[in-house]
């Protein structure tokens, strides 16, 4: 069963434009942990944050920004006047309190043209 | 320190033909994880390793083998190369959950094509 679902596989914007990727997730667990990886097209996967279970509130890393919300088990990202930079496959995924073991959703690809 | 290192980044290979792909991490991380990456999947986890030792089997496991002899590193075996495999492979550690640090740590890749 898919545990994450990413349900934006492609967006397009133009520079300058915010834009929100959706990650939907299911568990069971009460402790687990999600995370953000980019992956430029370079293909290395950058870790972008963590955040567990037990703590739901929002954090804000200069344009980037993430809205966890228990109640509809969302963990959505949002970046605020995107730059062509940000142009990557982006990744969330879930780990029910293990630390070898994520599951990832499908991936996102964000475009960003001038 | 050097994070988590792969070798090789590239590799082609024949059906039939058999290779190990080298992963190795000098974080002393006890857990380390070898994923598969293939378009429009996402990465999906082939074995994983909590401590040298011992290993066990993630999503799609068959026509891999690991061991893990040392802390450092954890070696991917393919046994008999299918074109089905072709895919990119990503290598991972991370420390035990709870210690404050916790997150995998990726390595850059092997790109592995078997025709």
């Known amino acids: 069963a898919q545990k994450v679902t990413q349900a934006q596989t492609e967006i397009s914007v133009v520079e300058k434009e915010d834009v929100t990727l959706d990650c939907v997730y299911e568990t069971r667990d009460t402790t687990y942990y999600l995370f953000w990886y980019k992956q430029p097209p370079s293909g290395e996967l950058v870790f972008l944050i963590r955040r567990n279970s037990f703590d739901e509130q929002n954090e804000i890393s200069g344009r980037y920004s993430w809205n966890f919300q228990k109640s509809t088990s969302s963990f959505n990202f949002t970046i605020t006047a995107s730059q062509v930079v940000d142009s990557a496959v982006y990744f969330c995924?879930?780990?029910?309190?293990?630390?070898?073991?994520?599951?990832f959703g499908k991936g996102t690809s964000l475009l960003v043209t001038p | 320190n050097a994070g988590v290192t792969q070798t090789p980044k590239f590799q082609v290979l024949k059906t039939g033909q058999s290779m190990t792909l080298q992963c190795a991490q000098d974080m002393n991380h006890e857990y380390m994880s070898w994923y598969r990456q293939d378009p429009g999947m996402g990465l999906r986890l082939i074995h994983y390793?909590?401590?040298?030792?011992i290993t066990d089997q993630g999503e799609v496991p068959n026509g891999y083998n690991v061991s893990r002899s040392t802390t450092e590193d954890f070696p991917l075996r393919l046994l008999s190369a299918a074109p089905s495999q072709t895919s990119v492979y990503f290598c991972?550690?991370?420390?035990?959950w709870g210690s404050g640090k916790d997150t995998q740590y990726f390595g850059p890749g092997t790109r592995l094509t078997v025709l």
């Open positions: 995924a879930l780990s029910e309190n293990s630390g070898y073991a994520l599951n």
């Open positions: 991972a550690s991370s420390p035990p």
């Open positions: 390793s909590v401590g040298a030792g």
